[in-house]
C-alpha cells in the first residue's frame, strides 16, 4: 500500500510558513508519496446541503474559515517539492470550464515535471454550485463530458469535441502535460453513478472517510463494473482519505478509523490494506500544526514500518 498527506488548504491551519512546513516535512520523509489539498471556492453563510463525509452531515469548517484555492496552492506545493505526486481530493469538476481545467492541470504536470493527479468528483454543495455558475442538476453529465474534453485536450493534436454540455473545434493546446496520455484521474464518489463513472473513465477511484468494511463493499462493486468494461482491479488504484489522531488511551468502539492509540491506528491500517486498499492519505485531525506535523511523522516511523513488517 502507498501513503499520503492531507495538506490542510480550508479552516485555521492555512499560514502559508506552516503550509511550506509541513509540506517539506512530508517530501523529506520517503513514506509518503502523494500530498493532497481539498478543492472549495465559496462557503455558504447558512449550509443548506448535507456534509456527506461524515455521520453528523455538517462539515468541520464554516464560511468563518479561511479557504486557499487548490490549483494556486499546488503550484506552491510544485515549486518547493521534486518528489511527491500531488493532486486534489477531489476537485469538483462542474465548478471549472474544462478548457481552462486542462489547461491548469496541463501546467502544473509541466510545471511538477510529471506529477500530477487529477481527483476528480460531481460536488455535493448546491449553494456553492450557484455561486460558481455550476450546473446542479446536470453535474453527473457535466461531470462525464469534462472528463472526455480533458482526455481529448490531453491527447489529440486538434481535438473535436461536440457534446450536451461542451463544444471545442478548430483549437489546440500546447505544451501537453508530461504523463502520458494524461495524468492519472482518480474519480469519487460512493454512490453506483460514482462507481461505475470510475470504472468506465479513471485509472482510479477516491473515497472520503469510508471504514474498511465500506473499502471491501465498494472494491467488490468496482470489480463488477471494471469487468463490464474488460478491465481488471490489477491496473485500478483504490484512495481513501482518512483522518489521523493520535491518542493516549484508546478509544472506545465506534471510533473514526486511524484514530486512536498508535496500536489502534497500526490493526485499522492493516485491515484496509487486508481489504483490499492501495493509497491511504492521512489528514491531521486537529488545528494545532505542531501537533499536526507530530502526527505525521508518528505515522511514517510508528505505523508504517509495522503494517509492512
Given at each position: 500500500?502507498?501513503?499520503?498527506?492531507?495538506i490542510p488548504n480550508l479552516?485555521?491551519?492555512?499560514?502559508?510558513?506552516?503550509?511550506?512546513?509541513?509540506?517539506?516535512?512530508?517530501?523529506?520523509?520517503?513514506?509518503?508519496?502523494?500530498?493532497?489539498?481539498?478543492?472549495?471556492?465559496?462557503?455558504?453563510?447558512?449550509?443548506?446541503?448535507?456534509?456527506?463525509?461524515?455521520?453528523?452531515?455538517?462539515?468541520?469548517?464554516?464560511?468563518?474559515?479561511?479557504?486557499?484555492?487548490?490549483?494556486?496552492?499546488?503550484?506552491?506545493?510544485?515549486?518547493?517539492?521534486?518528489?511527491?505526486?500531488?493532486?486534489?481530493?477531489?476537485?469538483?469538476?462542474?465548478?471549472?470550464?474544462?478548457?481552462?481545467?486542462?489547461?491548469?492541470?496541463?501546467?502544473?504536470?509541466?510545471?511538477?515535471?510529471?506529477?500530477?493527479?487529477?481527483?476528480?468528483?460531481?460536488?455535493?454543495?448546491?449553494?456553492?454550485?450557484?455561486?460558481?455558475?455550476?450546473?446542479?442538476?446536470?453535474?453527473?453529465?457535466?461531470?462525464?463530458?469534462?472528463?472526455?474534453?480533458?482526455?481529448?485536450?490531453?491527447?489529440?493534436?486538434?481535438?473535436?469535441?461536440?457534446?450536451?454540455?461542451?463544444?471545442?473545434?478548430?483549437?489546440k493546446m500546447k505544451p501537453?502535460?508530461?504523463?502520458?496520455?494524461?495524468?492519472?484521474?482518480?474519480?469519487?464518489?460512493?454512490?453506483?453513478?460514482?462507481?461505475?463513472?470510475?470504472?468506465?473513465?479513471?485509472?482510479?477511484?477516491?473515497?472520503?472517510?469510508?471504514?474498511?468494511?465500506?473499502?471491501?463493499?465498494?472494491?467488490?462493486?468496482?470489480?463488477?463494473?471494471?469487468?463490464?468494461?474488460?478491465?481488471?482491479?490489477?491496473?485500478?488504484?483504490?484512495?481513501?482519505?482518512?483522518?489521523?489522531?493520535?491518542?493516549?488511551?484508546?478509544?472506545?468502539?465506534?471510533?473514526?478509523?486511524?484514530?486512536?492509540?498508535?496500536?489502534?491506528?497500526?490493526?485499522?491500517?492493516?485491515?484496509?490494506?487486508?481489504?483490499?486498499?492501495?493509497?491511504?492519505?492521512?489528514?491531521?485531525?486537529?488545528?494545532?500544526?505542531?501537533?499536526?506535523?507530530?502526527?505525521?511523522?508518528?505515522?511514517?516511523?510508528?505505523?508504517?514500518?509495522?503494517?509492512?513488517?
Amino acid at each position: 500500500m502507498k501513503y499520503g498527506a492531507m495538506i490542510p488548504n480550508l479552516g485555521a491551519a492555512v499560514d502559508p510558513v506552516e503550509i511550506a512546513a509541513l509540506t517539506q516535512q512530508v517530501e523529506a520523509e520517503t513514506r509518503y508519496e502523494t500530498l493532497m489539498v481539498s478543492d472549495h471556492i465559496v462557503m455558504p453563510t447558512e449550509l443548506h446541503s448535507r456534509y456527506p463525509y461524515n455521520s453528523s452531515g455538517i462539515p468541520a469548517f464554516t464560511a468563518e474559515h479561511d479557504i486557499l484555492e487548490p490549483f494556486t496552492l499546488l503550484s506552491f506545493l510544485a515549486g518547493i517539492t521534486q518528489r511527491v505526486r500531488l493532486g486534489i481530493s477531489v476537485q469538483v469538476l462542474p465548478y471549472r470550464h474544462p478548457v481552462v481545467n486542462t489547461k491548469m492541470i496541463s501546467t502544473l504536470d509541466v510545471l511538477s515535471q510529471g506529477r500530477i493527479i487529477v481527483g476528480a468528483g460531481v460536488g455535493w454543495l448546491e449553494q456553492e454550485f450557484q455561486a460558481t455558475g455550476g450546473d446542479f442538476p446536470n453535474r453527473g453529465s457535466v461531470t462525464d463530458e469534462h472528463i472526455q474534453l480533458f482526455k481529448l485536450l490531453c491527447t489529440e493534436e486538434e481535438p473535436v469535441f461536440h457534446g450536451q454540455h461542451y463544444h471545442l473545434e478548430g483549437f489546440k493546446m500546447k505544451p501537453k502535460p508530461i504523463q502520458k496520455p494524461h495524468p492519472p484521474i482518480w474519480v469519487g464518489g460512493t454512490t453506483g453513478p460514482g462507481k461505475r463513472r470510475a470504472a468506465r473513465t479513471a485509472d482510479g477511484w477516491h473515497a472520503v472517510g469510508v471504514n474498511q468494511e465500506g473499502i471491501r463493499k465498494h472494491r467488490a462493486d468496482l470489480i463488477g463494473y471494471l469487468d463490464e468494461q474488460g478491465r481488471d482491479i490489477s491496473d485500478f488504484t483504490i484512495s481513501l482519505r482518512t483522518s489521523l489522531e493520535f491518542t493516549k488511551n484508546p478509544l472506545p468502539e465506534g471510533r473514526t478509523p486511524c484514530t486512536g492509540t498508535t496500536q489502534q491506528i497500526i490493526d485499522d491500517v492493516k485491515l484496509y490494506q487486508e481489504v483490499g486498499l492501495d493509497h491511504m492519505s492521512v489528514g491531521p485531525r486537529t488545528t494545532n500544526f505542531q501537533e499536526a506535523m507530530e502526527y505525521i511523522e508518528r505515522f511514517a516511523s510508528e505505523v508504517i514500518p509495522k503494517v509492512e513488517g
